[in-house]
């Protein structure tokens, strides 16, 4: 959809009109887009190209609602064009319109009708709003027709328990016997049926299908313990010598980052705060430290922030605001950020980002270990996921990234126990709504009824209410994770 209309009109041809816009939009400056897009769409309505670089800009605007509108009227104009209707089944899904985003992806599977991917896209979609009766259906029949699809089953598991007796099991039995299939479906393969083992009570037998699944995504991905670590104490120095007080004024909407390790119980803080009326879950917007890193680092090596300019630090609150806004269409009161690697770049973020507030949340090391080590994340990310020693030490890395932190900006990193929160719900609940600066609401413990689409490996437990059944999880698998045991060594659980 990047096509510039081919007939002209006065003042000036509408071609060089329409991408002196596009130009203007790429450059960022969205009030000159907005007026050269928006004057083109009163001479020329319904046409599809202005329409489509006019839901790019409301993207650019976090205006949500108005992307999927416009977006709608070009689909109107332009049904099948698979770009507008990819386009439209993520901006339908952002805007809370599951019925348009799912009739945009029944337009992809009719457009393709023998691929894998538009149905698949469905059915995650779907488990994403919690129907996942719905989903099992469009799964089912994808594996009758593709058997030795690893990541089929992998999707389908992720929110159904199946029992021993149920047929896709010797289905990908027989698939994981298959010397043909290799790489990244018999990857995920593993991980699939090491999750129906599970389910099942099958602890030791499952750990044997971790250990395969987790050997074969280390070789195809290998792992550097020493550079990671190596790069994050240098992110850090980076920050050293510097004041942390913040400049400027409280960005609209103000950040709350809520910091933990994967598996830790982010997700359940962030849906607690994410029920406030006054309050948006943001998810893993992945925004500050990619800003942080292309504004600060020069080939290589990260400049120390107390030679940066205010000037600079402002445009790094400008800038991460500006994609908060695009990403979860909200302008004001609060928005949730539980972007892992946050934690690394506190001081940067305090020293931009005035109001901003840090949530930190823990858990027992043996269950955040258990859960990483038994979930399937994309081969290239958290490379140190597939060794549970490697997993220790990042979380010893991580804890004393957070004492760190919590001796130089004090009482404005507020953290919780995953354990206290499951145990007690209710204070725990109100303190962390209190530290996200928000006034207490009930609605903030019925979080499971929101009914709106969830994206994150915890979108089965999401829609439940809180309860302490998590916890102690690795009481059953000891012995599985003596390496992780063995590699924590006499440091304290707690």
């Not at 919780?416 to 929160?421: A, N, P, Q, S, T």
């Given at each position: 959809m990047s096509r510039a209309p081919q007939n002209t009109a006065q003042p000036g041809p509408l071609t060089a009109r329409f991408q002196a816009g596009i130009a203007a939009l790429r450059a960022g400056r969205l009030g000159e887009a907005r007026k050269i897009l928006a004057a083109l769409d009163l001479e020329r309505p319904n046409q599809p190209e202005i329409l489509f670089q006019l839901s790019r800009l409301a993207h650019l605007e976090g205006d949500a609602k108005g992307r999927a509108r416009y977006l709608k009227n070009a689909l109107a104009a332009k049904p099948d064009e698979p770009a507008l209707l990819t386009e439209a089944a993520e901006a339908f899904a952002r805007a809370d319109l599951p019925k348009d985003a799912l009739a945009a992806h029944d337009r992809?599977?009719?457009?393709?009708?023998?691929?894998?991917?538009?149905?698949?896209?469905?059915?995650?979609?779907?488990?994403r709003l919690g129907r996942f009766d719905e989903a099992e259906e469009i799964f089912r029949k994808l594996l009758a027709k593709h058997p030795r699809e690893g990541s089929l089953y992998r999707m389908f598991f992720a929110t159904s328990k199946l029992d021993a007796g149920d047929p896709a099991l010797p289905a990908l039995r027989k698939a994981l016997n298959n010397p043909a299939v290799t790489g990244e479906a018999r990857i995920q393969g593993h991980f699939a049926m090491a999750k129906a083992l599970f389910d099942q009570g099958e602890g030791p037998r499952a750990f044997e299908e971790l250990d395969r699944a987790n050997k074969l995504q280390r070789k195809a991905a290998p792992y550097d313990d020493a550079a990671r670590r190596a790069e994050q104490l240098a992110i850090r120095a980076a920050q050293e010598g510097v004041d942390l007080a913040p400049i400027g004024s409280t960005p609209e909407p103000r950040p709350v980052f809520?910091?933990?390790?994967?598996r830790s119980g982010t997700t359940l803080a962030e849906q607690i705060i994410g029920a406030h009326s006054e309050a948006t879950a943001g998810g893993e917007l992945a925004h500050a430290l990619r800003l942080v890193w292309t504004s600060f680092v020069t080939e290589g090596r990260m400049a120390p922030l107390r030679k940066a300019s205010d000037a600079q630090v402002r445009d790094l609150a400008r800038a991460y605001t500006m994609m908060v806004r695009r990403d979860t269409g909200?302008?004001?009161?609060?928005v949730t950020d539980k972007s892992i690697q946050t934690h690394l770049i506190y001081g940067f973020l305090s020293k931009a980002l005035p109001g901003a507030r840090f949530i930190v949340i823990h858990r027992d090391p043996r269950d955040i270990a258990l859960s990483i080590y038994r979930n399937h994340f994309a081969t290239g990310t958290h490379r140190y996921a597939n060794d549970l020693g490697d997993i220790a030490g990042v979380i010893k890395d991580f804890r004393a990234s957070i004492a760190y932190w919590k001796g130089r900006l004090g009482d404005r990193i507020v953290e919780?126990?995953?354990?206290?929160?499951v145990s007690d719900p209710e204070p725990q609940a109100r303190a962390l709504v209190e530290a996200a600066g928000l006034d207490w609401e009930d609605a903030c413990l019925r979080f499971h009824e929101s009914g709106g689409a969830v994206k994150t490996l915890s979108v089965a437990?999401?829609?439940?209410p809180i309860h302490a059944g998590r916890r102690a999880a690795w009481t059953k698998h000891e012995a599985e994770l003596a390496p992780f045991i063995k590699a924590w060594g006499d440091d304290p659980w707690d």
């Open positions: 992809l599977i009719a457009a393709a009708p023998s691929q894998i991917k538009p149905k698949a896209d469905k059915a995650l979609y779907l488990q809520v910091t933990g390790l994967p909200a302008r004001s009161g609060v919780f126990r995953y354990e206290d929160l437990q999401v829609r439940e």
